[in-house]
């Protein structure tokens, strides 16, 4: 589903130049689970808006589904994206002013689904996150781990096949955090590639694979057993 | 789509009140500005719009050339033009003459006398060229009948109630009788002829003996009405050089001026009519709208820190730039519409004051289509200009500051220049309104030459000659009473000039001047208080003393004298001598100069008695001058006015425009003002955190508080340069219109530059000690 060739990011401001990514070469196959670790500042948050069409790489190629994508234009990439990718950030990123119902429909919004359709969705969603008791309510009004099950529900009500998650457990404690990556698991075992980005080894080990990134590099890559 | 755009535009309203207060406050202010302006604009340009014709109607003026190749333009005629244009133009179908009844007349209906100065001498084509509406009788051939009159309704229904007046009879001055013939609706509020009743042109050579053949003497207004498809300008190349065929070595050709321009446009260069006004605020309600867009810009950018998560939310979700355009200018556009909610009252609310201050009935009329269609284009140009800055920047955020967090997108500069060009803009308008009122109050109380104060003056109709003599020998007993005298004008508005003038050095290429004339009785210099600077003013000693001449001092330069006074004249043919020479005086508004000026004495023309009465106790002396008319003249009502509010009628276009002026100058500054209270509550805002740490490691408010200031006072100093240099140049230019004008000083200047500093002052002053109140720790929670 993803290749990446010989993938460079280099950030340049007035007085220094970061190269976060260096030479990265890898491949993700539909359905897998992937997660990425390394220490802070490795460049794990670059790849990953990469992959999902947040940011061009400096060089390298980039290939989703298939097709050639790096050069892509910005109208093009947020079709690409809409269609495809869900994202789950660490720190929720909701809209204040939009309720949770109105927070996850928003996708579909932008996906031209009837307002029918787009309610049986919403609430399907939210059913399944265990959050549809609260979907009049305002993104301040819930806890951390609420928020973040109506963040996942966003990325997954448009059915993409890939989701990316950025630490999507790193504001909450650990009951919260099992929450999230017992729905993460469950979303791969429907079929969804996931690309997880973590800290913690605990979480990680629910990924079929872990990439280590070191400096802009890719160390290794940890086949794990399926359980 | 809407549905959701809806939502978040009215959850951002309620959680940010002060912000949506002031944006939608703002947007109302100029749009309610506005919409007043353009009420006013469209009744000014629907002047006389309402004639069926109005397209094929033209006012014909004379252009009246003189040596020193000034160019006079009038709408006085001769009698006998309007029928020759009818017979000898054939594109011209039908011409009339209208000319005031000059003067007013005693109206006797049913043994009730009514006194009144409306009525207008007209011909028979005059109801084939306007479109007044017929209320009773029949006005095709009512002017056939040299005894007709037709009433306004007004006058109608003050004769005979409220019935069909047609047949009855009116006496006018107790000698000519007329019939209604008809009733025409009164003149309305957007005419520009009026007219309380109408009487045919038979009435008018009877009573004032006037010979209506004559081709030299200019009187009537002459209106012309042209056959449908014909040409204006083969029209305007015939009628040119008519007046030359009937007058010899005559300086006249004739123009004319689309009926449609008359009320707006001046037929004379250099003088502007209304137009400048509409002109002048169309400008001011674009200025002030601007003023509220860039208010709604600038808060909007502000606002842009928190928008920015939502953006690049929405971005990362699918959606494409130009949609988050469209959200944005729909949102600006939506705040609009509420402003224009509250607009709509309070231009209801604010009209009649309004129309107060510019001397016009104006009413809102929901069911005129123009005004519909502009307050929509106003509507559209206030959401698309106040949100298009907005969108173009709220909607260039990437989706991948949301993750990274925000590198400070600079709009900081961009908002401070909306700012400066705000106040510009209103320190503009300020510094205007100033030397517009500094100027008016030059005008008034500037030396004009004369005493116009404590002065009253009636008019005498009638025998006049014989009843002034019996007033004047009442009046001047009555203690208080200084001066009494009679004139065939007042002081005020001079409007009698000949170029026929001749005296022995006059030179052939001097050609023609046009001097002023003036008919008065002894002790008129006196009564005005006037300065002799040569020779003697008229008295009894010598007689009737009418073939004496006394002039000013433009005429004496004019003339070329080294000492005028025995110098012989000879006006329209009569020779006299000058006896003496008045200081210039202004006999019309300071506007413009002083013209050469020829008094002579002419009981025949006199008109008016004027009256120097003392400063105190005036009540009680009118009351005995009042008394006194009302014995000696029973059956005519005593009415009287005073040379000092005619004097304030000269400015009062000037007054009120300038009231005008200073209103919307204010409500500019408002605008501004809110803007950058806005501004400086989201400064607070963003600047908050940093204070706050600041103050953990030990900073001092005073510190902050100077460092603000610095900034704030360089921008502010910005804005003041720039608006003293724009209000200098266009005040210099206006001016530059009048003959006396005051030079522009530098004291509004820097009250302009004060008040500018103490806002900025107070604004900083409010943003620091609201900082200050800031406990830091609430503020290091939330990073
Ligand atoms: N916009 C930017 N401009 C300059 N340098 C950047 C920018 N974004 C990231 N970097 C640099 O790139 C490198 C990789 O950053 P990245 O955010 O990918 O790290 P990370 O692995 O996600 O770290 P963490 O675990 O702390 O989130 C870092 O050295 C960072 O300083
Ligand atoms: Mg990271």
Redesign the interface.
């Known amino acids: 589903m993803i290749k990446t060739n010989n993938l460079v990011k280099v950030f340049r401001t007035d007085e220094v130049e970061t190269t976060a990514l260096n030479n990265v070469n890898l491949e993700i196959n539909n359905g897998e689970f992937v997660a990425i670790m390394g220490p802070s500042g490795c460049g794990k948050?670059t790849l990953l808006?990469i992959i999902g069409l947040?940011?061009n790489p400096s060089q390298g190629e980039l290939h989703f589904n298939g097709y050639q994508v790096e050069k892509y234009t910005?109208?093009q990439r947020?079709?690409l994206?809409?269609?495809n990718i869900g994202?789950v950030?660490q720190s929720f990123?909701?809209?204040?002013?939009?309720t949770v119902f109105?927070n996850v429909?928003?996708?579909l919004?932008?996906?031209k689904v009837s307002s029918s359709e787009r309610k049986k969705r919403v609430n399907e969603a939210l059913e399944r996150m265990n959050i549809a008791h609260r979907a009049k309510h305002f993104p301040q009004q819930l806890s951390g781990g609420q928020q973040q099950r109506v963040a996942i529900a966003?990325a997954v009500i448009?059915k993409p096949n890939l989701i990316l998650a950025?630490e999507p457990t790193g504001n909450l404690d650990s009951g919260n955090g099992e929450e999230v990556m017992n729905l993460l698991s469950q979303l791969n075992e429907e079929g969804t590639t996931i690309v997880m980005v973590t800290h913690s080894p605990s979480d990680a080990d629910r990924s079929h694979r872990i990439i280590q990134l070191f400096d802009g590099h890719v160390v290794t890559e940890n086949m794990r057993q399926k359980l | 789509m809407i549905k959701i755009l809806l939502h978040t535009v009215l959850r951002g309203l309620s959680r940010q009140k002060v912000y949506s207060l002031i944006n939608i406050l703002g947007l109302a202010t100029g749009v309610t500005c506005t919409l007043l302006i353009l009420i006013w604009i469209e009744f000014e340009t629907s002047y006389d719009t309402f004639h069926q014709d109005v397209k094929q109607i033209y006012s014909v003026y004379e252009n009246q050339k003189y040596a020193d190749g000034d160019i006079f333009s009038v709408y006085s005629t001769p009698s006998p033009l309007a029928e020759t244009l009818k017979k000898d133009i054939p594109e011209i179908e039908n011409a009339t003459r209208i000319v005031s009844s000059w003067g007013q007349l005693t109206v006797n209906v049913g043994g009730r006398n009514f006194i009144e100065k409306g009525g207008k001498i007209v011909d028979a084509d005059f109801f084939k060229i306007f479109s007044f509406e017929k209320i009773y009788g029949d006005t095709t051939n009512c002017f056939l009948n040299p005894n007709s009159i037709v009433l306004s309704q007004k006058i109608a229904n003050k004769y005979f109630g409220d019935i069909n007046p047609v047949g009855k009879t009116v006496v006018i001055n107790s000698k000519y009788k007329f019939e209604v013939s008809a009733v025409l609706e009164n003149a309305r509020e957007n005419s520009s002829i009026t007219y309380d009743f109408l009487l045919p042109f038979n009435f008018f050579q009877e009573f004032w003996d006037y010979d209506l053949k004559d081709w030299e003497a200019n009187t009537f207004h002459t209106f012309v009405k042209l056959r449908k498809n014909a040409n204006r300008n083969d029209v305007r190349k015939k009628i040119s050089k008519i007046i030359s065929k009937h007058v010899l070595n005559s300086n006249v050709e004739l123009d004319m001026q689309a009926f449609g321009d008359y009320h707006l446009y001046s037929i004379n260069k250099g003088s502007a009519g209304p137009i400048w006004y509409v002109r002048l605020f169309f400008i001011v309600a674009i200025v002030i709208l601007l003023i509220a867009c860039f208010n709604y810009m600038n808060l909007a950018t502000a606002r842009s820190e928190r928008r920015s998560k939502e953006v690049a939310i929405r971005k990362v979700v699918g959606a494409q730039r130009r949609g988050l355009v469209g959200l944005f200018l729909g949102e600006s556009l939506f705040f609009t519409i509420i402003a224009l909610g509250i607009s709509i009252v309070l231009v209801e609310l604010l009209l009649p004051e309004f129309g107060d201050m510019i001397n016009r009935h104006l009413e809102l009329n929901p069911g005129n289509y123009k005004f519909f269609f502009a307050t929509i284009i106003v509507v559209l140009l206030t959401g698309i200009v106040s949100g298009s800055y907005p969108a173009a920047y709220l909607s260039s955020f990437a989706p991948i500051q949301i993750i990274r967090g925000f590198s400070r997108h600079d709009s900081a500069l961009v908002r401070k220049i909306l700012v400066v060009i705000q106040f510009t803009m209103s320190v503009a308008l300020f510094i205007s309104t100033g030397i517009i009122y500094q100027q008016l109050a030059f005008l008034k109380r500037s030396d004009i030459g004369y005493n116009k104060d404590n002065i009253v003056y009636v008019e005498l109709g009638g025998n006049f000659n014989n009843n002034y003599e019996q007033l004047k020998n009442e009046w001047i007993k009555i203690p208080g009473v200084n001066w009494v005298t009679a004139a065939n004008q007042m002081p005020v508005n001079f409007a009698n000039s000949t170029w026929d003038v001749n005296w022995s050095g006059k030179l052939k290429e001097a050609g023609d001047i046009l001097f002023q004339l003036s008919f008065v009785d002894f002790d008129f210099i006196e009564t005005f208080e006037m300065n002799v600077i040569q020779g003697r003013t008229f008295s009894k000693q010598y007689g009737a003393d009418t073939l004496q001449f006394i002039i000013n001092e433009s005429a004496a330069s004019k003339m070329n004298m080294e000492n005028s006074i025995g110098e012989k004249l000879t006006i329209w043919g009569k020779k006299g001598h000058i006896i003496g020479v008045v200081k210039d005086f202004n006999f019309n508004s300071l506007k413009v100069g002083v013209d050469p000026l020829i008094i002579m004495r002419n009981p025949a023309a006199f008109k008016y008695v004027g009256i120097r009465i003392g400063k105190d106790r005036q009540p009680v002396i009118i009351n005995k001058i009042r008394k006194s008319w009302n014995k000696i003249l029973p059956e005519i009502p005593f009415t009287y006015r005073r040379l000092s509010d005619d004097f304030d009628y000269f400015y009062q276009a000037e007054s009120r425009m300038s009231k005008l002026f200073l209103s919307f100058t204010l409500v500019a500054f408002i605008i501004s003002c809110l803007g950058l209270f806005g501004l400086a509550s989201f400064i607070t805002e963003r600047k908050a955190r940093e204070v706050a740490m600041r103050k953990v490691f030990g900073a001092n408010m005073d510190q902050v508080f100077h460092l603000l200031l610095k900034d704030f006072l360089k921008w502010m100093l910005f804005a003041i340069a720039a608006a003293w240099t724009m209000a200098y140049f266009v005040m210099e230019w206006w001016l530059n219109g009048f003959a006396y004008r005051i030079h522009i000083g530098i004291g509004i200047f820097l009250i302009s530059a004060m008040l500018t500093f103490l806002i900025a002052f107070l604004t900083i002053y409010k943003l620091i000690s609201s900082l200050s109140g800031i406990a830091p720790a609430n503020m290091l929670k939330y990073e």
């Open positions: 948050s808006n947040l940011d910005e109208r947020t079709n994206r809409k269609e994202f950030f990123n909701l809209i204040d002013e939009l109105e429909e928003l996708p919004l932008y996906l966003r448009s950025d």
